[in-house]
């Protein structure tokens, strides 16, 4: 589905709008449609990079009961071999 939008811009944008346009081998609306996704995508990028640090920062301390891992085990195999 396809949306209508209606835009001011400032002579010199237009121009610069006209002029990409034009250089690129595309319609104004294609390079505004490309100009917006790109910048969007970069957005979502820095959300989700956003909620990964936060996520990773939440398991702080989550495995350090896993540290003493490699001695229970030694003592195992030690008792084993008893």
Same mark, same amino acid.
Request: zero cysteines; a neutral charge; glycine letters at 4%.
């Given at each position: 589905?396809?949306?209508?939008?209606?835009?001011?811009?400032?002579?010199?944008?237009?121009?610069? &709008?006209?002029? &990409?346009?034009?250089? +690129?081998?595309? @319609?104004?609306?294609?390079?505004?449609?490309?100009?917006?996704?790109?910048?969007?995508?970069?957005?979502?990028? +820095?959300?989700?990079?956003?909620? =990964?640090?936060? =996520?990773?920062? @939440? &398991?702080?301390?989550?495995?350090? @009961?896993?540290?003493?891992?490699?001695?229970?085990?030694? @003592?195992?195999?030690? +008792?084993?071999?008893?």
């Amino acid at each position: 589905m396809t949306v209508r939008k209606n835009f001011l811009f400032d002579d010199e944008v237009a121009k610069h &709008l006209e002029a &990409l346009a034009k250089e +690129r081998g595309k @319609s104004q609306t294609a390079i505004v449609q490309e100009l917006v996704e790109a910048d969007y995508k970069t957005i979502e990028k +820095r959300k989700k990079l956003e909620a =990964f640090d936060g =996520f990773a920062g @939440s &398991l702080e301390g989550a495995f350090d @009961s896993l540290a003493d891992t490699p001695k229970v085990v030694q @003592s195992v195999k030690a +008792r084993k071999d008893v």
